[in-house]
């Protein structure tokens, strides 16, 4: 079997310059909107920015030979040279990628070109590696990391390898619970092939709507329901690459000691040894009911050890999420009760699906109300559950207002929490306070591990100045504080370049040089996303 | 803190040509020895195995100045070359291995070298490097894939680099469930520490009397409570290694998406990149209680998808496993009911412990019950828990009257399991009987995933002739019927060098290229376990 997503409607472009449907962005409510002057002081509004046909991009670089080639592959309709097409494909969707957008000149790839199969994809990089050309694979260009910026690196062009048309379902096994898709798929397609079977993959980070599946895998993604499913690692039972120099076809089994397993070697390989094409995914039942509950606690710290009794004793929610005192404050603020704006105490959310979902809300709920934790109704969690997407569509209302908005994670045990916390808030805090800027730290976990947490943080800022240089320093300096607080630089963004600095820290110089001797071996060209997860190799001689 | 084990008793050395305690040996049961010649003929029985003190060996090939390189790193008393100290770290306890020391002269190490820090492995390692001495990993002796046979490879000498004194518990974080052990601590040292805190690690396969941490995972280990504690892998929360060239130290945060989880390319790693000095595992407060259950089913298909409902649909068993016809049949008559040898059916045992286990059980006992099963009380399974170490005495026992025994075991998707059962049975079958020796042969499933299991076989065959040659044809035959049907060449034994000539098929040529790759780079002389997962390389000019 085989059901492509050919007749599908392919998904709206996003904005070019912000988050998601053009037609779908929200404005800041009307409570948020007062509470920002309160917070951040006067900001001054930007200008108007560019529209899309007024962007300047420089001429390709590729030369009608390497053209002419990669039309060779995929036929000349599929190799795009436009302005739109180029800009387009010219990045990720992080707040700096946004801000260099309100720019009226754009860094874009030399072409974009469009793989169909997976043979196609190894026949492009094959091109690409013979005629040195740096290739960018584009999943749902939803990184926040620099990920898929268009870097030639030290090639003479480079391309973005666009997989929207690599979308559908490969096969389907639904004895074992197991799925293969293509990676292009987006994840709102992925289920609708899914569902037709009465499957889910239940793999739902804040980009969702637009990101791929072969995204997920190559950035190591984890969504909102991974108490209940796992990180999108924990989902992938196997994987095919395509590399420059061959293909890799790996997970025979579900579970092996057939040496290292290379799949995990893959995953989170973010494009610098090969295009991933397919991904096996296993999946289960759509869940029939959700039952969603909102909890409140005294403090943050009463609520964190409440999660840690939680994951560590066998409580198993399909969704579990806490909020700090100042998140829970503004989260009020957006659904308009301005008068409990920073009202004390951290809200939290569970949601169960599928089996035993009643006994599990039953055996959590006692395990959070022993912690320390009250029921609160289910208004919140609904209000959270219904708006779990939108976070990105109220930054871009943010950066119209003039206030900068980012996010940023990372991950530790429990037992370092509270000190990673306390870190990465100074960090943050002090940054932008020694470039004279007032801001406003938000903290959530919404991933628990029995041995450990994440921590995602959100950043509101009133930045008069340059907000890009203003942005690199304090996240410079954030970096820094999570790497000697014990922290990884990165709990689901990926590395991406933002990220590389921080890596030989996190993996040591012995881990960085595994890296580069297997992009070496796989990619001898270096002509793989230029730049991401390890700097380019100087030129051999 | 660290406790170490400098204070306790080492454990008893094995018998050096069989399993376990040289006074622990078990006979045969009665019912079992009056079942043999029935299944596979009369066999003779062989001569007797020589003495430890008569075995001849090789004189050790290291130089003087090899050997005072190495003191200079250990100490004079911890490098030794007298024949007992060699002969008993002269490889593992396959029953090709076991047969091959009825020999009376031994293929031995050059010489057993004894570090007792991560230092001191750093250390010899990088003598090994620089004076091209081929180093064998030794821990438990566990393996059962000639994972430590002393293999000089292409170099002039081996040593065997024995861990034992590796032995402790260096950290311990119980508010994060974390715990770091040194690589050589064996399975019940392991839990003694941890038990004094209260905490279990809870990894038993069967040969956990005996193994090391650093063996699980290195060898990629599953236990027996695999369903409630998952394999080893998932255990695993950070590794320490050393190389000839560099260290490692990974594992910063319970999850992160800092490229790929080089922690689980250094799992399954065999000793072929480096040392694993320290393992960080997740662990749990010590079960309370024990629930234990026994059940037969109509046969080993109706089993095989009660098992699937409970994995897929979270009935969450610490211990769950299932026998064929054939070896349910053996255990009744293991446990001398002679009368129902043989008998229809497929037993099943379940066990419960820890946080929910009542509640547990009984969604279990109802997904069973509904897929066909039923209940038979508590003694078969009290029985299997009471010998769950025990299989390698037996294999003893049958070795000692002339039986061939053996072991193997695979993996693949649930709706693979029957084709490749089929497959597996035939080739281990028809394979004797080409031989002319009559089999016999027993599969059972324990080790669940929700995609798929594993499947373990035991085979009995009344071999007159050459048992190591036939058993080699056999291997071939079955390692090439696992690949033909989609299997996995090991689920839980690891490749060594017995599995070697499969992995190709198993990763792919593109998967043997990377593994090479990071080999030259972490160990370019090629001194670290030569032939383990891949052939020696040949000497580059």
């Known amino acids: 079997m085989r059901s492509t997503s050919d007749t599908a409607v392919e998904p709206p472009e996003m904005r070019w310059n912000g988050w998601g449907d053009p037609d779908g962005g929200i404005g800041l409510p009307r409570a948020v909107r007062a509470l920002l002057p309160l917070l951040l002081g006067r900001v001054p509004r930007p ?35 436009d302005a739109e097409s180029r800009v387009r494909r010219s990045g990720g969707r992080s707040t700096p990628d946004l801000l260099h957008r309100r720019a009226s000149r754009q860094q874009v790839p030399d072409a974009v070109v469009r793989p169909a199969t997976h043979a196609e994809v190894a026949a492009v990089l094959r091109v690409a590696h013979e005629r040195v050309i740096a290739v ?53 397609e992925a289920e609708r092939l899914l569902a037709e079977h009465g499957l ?85 039942p759509t869940p029939r009911d959700r039952i969603v509950e909102s909890w409140t606690f005294p403090d943050f710290t009463t609520g964190a050890n409440a999660l840690r009794e939680v994951v560590q004793r066998g409580g198993t929610p399909t969704v579990i999420r806490l909020s700090d005192e100042a998140e829970t404050g503004v989260s009020l603020a957006q659904v308009g009760r301005i008068g409990k704006v920073l009202a004390k105490g951290a809200s939290a959310v569970t949601v169960f699906e599928g089996e035993d979902a009643e006994h599990r809300r039953a055996r ?57 916390r306390a870190a990465v ?4 805090k002090d940054g932008f306070t020694d470039a004279g800027a007032r801001s406003f730290v938000m903290c959530h976990i919404s991933h628990l591990y029995p041995t450990g947490a994440s921590l995602y943080f959100t950043v509101l800022a009133g930045v008069r100045g340059d907000q890009l240089r203003t942005w690199d320093a304090v996240k410079r300096r954030v970096g820094d504080a999570i790497m000697a607080s014990g ?30 001797a297997v992009k070496r071996e796989l990619d001898p060209q270096g002509v793989m996303n230029p730049n991401v997860l390890i700097p380019e190799e100087p030129l051999r001689e």
């Open 47 to 81: 200008g108007p920015a560019p529209q899309l046909d007024a962007v300047e991009v420089a001429p390709s670089c590729l030369s009608g030979a390497d053209l002419a080639a990669l039309a060779g592959v995929v036929g000349d309709s599929e190799v795009r040279t």
């Open 487 to 516: 922290g990884t630089i990165t709990h689901h963004h990926a590395i991406g370049r933002d990220h590389a600095a921080w890596l030989p820290q996190e993996i040591g110089e012995t881990g960085i040089r595994i890296l580069r």
């Open 200 to 284: 889910e993959l239940g793999h739902y980070p804040q980009s969702f709507r637009y990101a791929s599946i072969g995204g997920f895998a190559a950035a190591r993604s984890s969504g909102q329901n991974s108490a209940g499913y796992g990180r999108f690692d924990t989902m992938v039972t196997g994987l095919r690459m395509a590399t420059p120099t061959g293909d890799l076809d790996l997970g025979r089994a579900p579970g092996s000691a057939a040496g290292p397993d290379l799949t995990r070697l893959l995953l989170g390989s973010e494009g610098a040894f090969g295009v991933i094409t397919e991904v096996r995914v296993r999946v289960h």
């Open 136 to 188: 960018v694979p584009f999943g749902g260009g939803t990184s926040v990391v620099g990920g898929v910026d268009p870097d030639a690196g030290r090639h003479h062009a480079v391309i973005a390898l666009d997989l929207a048309r690599l979308s559908g379902l490969v096969r389907l096994d639904a004895v074992s619970g197991e799925a293969v898709l293509l990676a292009g798929t987006r994840g709102p």
């Open 425 to 428: 808030t100074s960090a943050l």
């Open 364 to 420: 959590t709920a006692e395990l959070i109300a022993t912690a320390g934790g009250t029921s609160t109704g289910q208004g919140a969690a609904e209000e959270w559950a219904r708006t779990r997407f939108d976070g990105p569509y109220l930054r871009d209302a943010l950066l119209d207002a003039g206030v900068f908005c980012e996010t940023l994670e990372t991950a530790t045990t429990w037992a370092n929490l509270h000190r990673l």
